[in-house]
C-alpha cells in the first residue's frame, strides 16, 4: 500500500483559495491518487489549483450538457460514475440545482468521503459490470475519462452496466481517449495502437492502486466506439459526439436510452 499524500501547507492554502473563488468545499483526502498525480506532475501550487479548477470547469461542461439534453426539465436523477474522490462532485450540489445527484466510485473510502464532505449520496461500485449493485435509474448517467482507462475484455460490458440504469429516454455521457490522444502522444500510441483491432491498450495509469490489466490507459477509434456499442447495447441511439471536447484532448461520447 501507498502512503497517504502528504498534505503541506502550500498544498492546503492553495486549495482553499481556490476552491473559495467557485463556493466549493476544499476538503481533501490524503489517498486521493489523482490529486497526488497533478500535484507531482504540476508541482504543489499549480498542481493543487489545478485540482479545484479543473473539476471546476468539468462541473461546468457537465451542466452545460444537462441543460442542452434537458431544457425544460429539472428533478433530474443523475449518476456520476467513477467518481473519485470528489474533483468534480465538490461542484455540482452548487452547480446542478433542483436535481437527485448520486456519485459512484470503485474505492470505498471514496465513497464515504464524497458523502460526508459534499453531501452528496454515494455508492460503492465494483471490479466487475455484472456485480454493479445500483438499483436506481437516472435520467442522466456521465463518465468521464473511466472509459479512457478501460481494456477491451470489459469495455462493452461496462457500456452495457451503465445504459441499464438510465430511465426511458435518459442519456450516457462518457469520454474516451481517440485520434486527439494519438496526435499529442504519437510516439507513444503509435506503438500500442493496432488499427485492425481499432484500439491501443497500455498497462499504466494515474491509479497506482489498481489492477494495470483492469485499469490502463486505453485510446480507440470512432468504429471500436461504433462496433462496441452495436454489439452492447443495440437500439441504443448515439445522439451526440465531439472529438477533443474534454480535458483538451478526450471525446465526447452521448447516448441515449430509446427503449421502453
Not at 7 to 36: M, N, P, Q
Not at 78 to 106: C, K, M, Q
Not at 243 to 255: C, H, L, P, R, T
Amino acid at each position: 500500500m501507498r502512503p497517504p499524500l502528504k498534505l503541506t501547507e502550500t498544498i492546503k492554502r492553495t486549495v482553499s483559495e481556490t476552491a473559495a473563488k467557485y463556493d466549493a468545499s476544499a476538503a481533501l483526502h490524503t489517498e486521493d491518487e489523482l490529486l497526488r498525480y497533478i500535484v507531482a506532475t504540476n508541482g504543489e501550487e499549480a498542481g493543487s489549483a489545478q485540482y479545484i479548477s479543473g473539476g471546476w470547469k468539468s462541473a461546468q461542461q457537465v451542466k452545460s450538457a444537462i441543460n442542452r439534453l434537458f431544457p425544460e426539465r429539472d428533478n433530474l436523477a443523475i449518476l456520476e460514475f467513477a467518481s473519485g474522490f470528489g474533483r468534480v462532485t465538490r461542484h455540482l450540489p452548487n452547480l446542478i440545482l433542483g436535481s437527485h445527484l448520486t456519485a459512484s466510485d470503485i474505492h470505498p473510502t471514496a465513497c464515504q468521503f464524497v458523502e460526508n464532505e459534499f453531501g452528496v449520496k454515494s455508492v460503492v461500485s465494483s471490479h466487475e459490470p455484472e456485480r454493479l449493485r445500483i438499483d436506481d435509474k437516472f435520467d442522466f448517467v456521465f463518465v468521464l475519462s473511466l472509459f479512457s482507462h478501460l481494456p477491451d475484455h470489459s469495455f462493452g460490458r461496462w457500456l452495457a452496466a451503465l445504459y441499464e440504469r438510465l430511465n426511458p429516454g435518459g442519456y450516457l455521457l462518457l469520454t474516451s481517449n481517440g485520434q486527439v490522444t494519438m496526435k499529442k502522444r504519437a510516439e507513444f500510441w503509435d506503438r500500442q495502437f493496432d488499427p485492425n483491432l481499432g484500439f491501443g491498450f497500455a498497462r499504466q495509469s494515474d491509479q497506482l492502486d489498481l489492477d494495470a490489466e483492469e485499469y490502463g490507459s486505453m485510446v480507440i477509434s470512432l468504429s471500436y466506439m461504433a462496433a462496441q456499442l452495436r454489439e452492447n447495447i443495440p437500439g441504443a441511439l448515439l445522439h451526440g459526439f465531439a472529438s477533443g471536447a474534454w480535458f483538451g484532448q478526450q471525446d465526447e461520447w452521448i447516448v441515449q436510452k430509446t427503449e421502453s
